[in-house]
């Protein structure tokens, strides 16, 4: 059974940092996708950026274009654990972070992913 948990979300001012942590336990095989989405109250989930990991090591990422610069995807190697750093956070950043797993390629859509998480909040207050 495959569990995906995120941490780390918070009240953060504008300008400020955060990192986001995702787990993703009972997948198959070790190459499979990880990515962050958000959802602010009265829209569509969002891609923020996606992570390929194959063999051992991230073969891809891509990031929404309105996080490009500020946000960088990576995951330990020594373990599943992905992050989401989050620098100079806008409060149009504000939104329920979603971390989403599944097997094969990124996908800016959430209908392709199969694991999720449950969600963190983040607040930025300008």
């Known amino acids: 059974q495959v569990q995906v948990v995120e941490s780390g979300g918070g009240l953060v001012q504008a300008g400020g940092s955060l990192r986001l942590s995702c787990t993703a336990s009972?997948?198959?095989?070790?190459?499979?996708?990880m990515a962050w989405f958000r959802q602010a109250p009265g829209t569509e989930r969002e891609k923020v950026s996606c992570i390929v990991w194959t063999n051992g090591r991230a073969t891809y990422t891509d990031y929404a274009d309105s996080v490009k610069g500020r946000f960088t995807v990576s995951r330990d190697p020594a373990g599943n654990m992905v992050y989401l750093q989050m620098n100079n956070l806008k409060p149009e950043d504000t939104a329920k972070y979603y971390c989403a797993a599944r097997y094969g390629v990124c996908s800016d859509s959430p209908r392709n992913f199969r694991y999720w998480g449950q969600g963190t909040q983040v607040t930025v207050s300008s």
């Open positions: 009972g997948m198959t095989s070790d190459n499979y996708v």
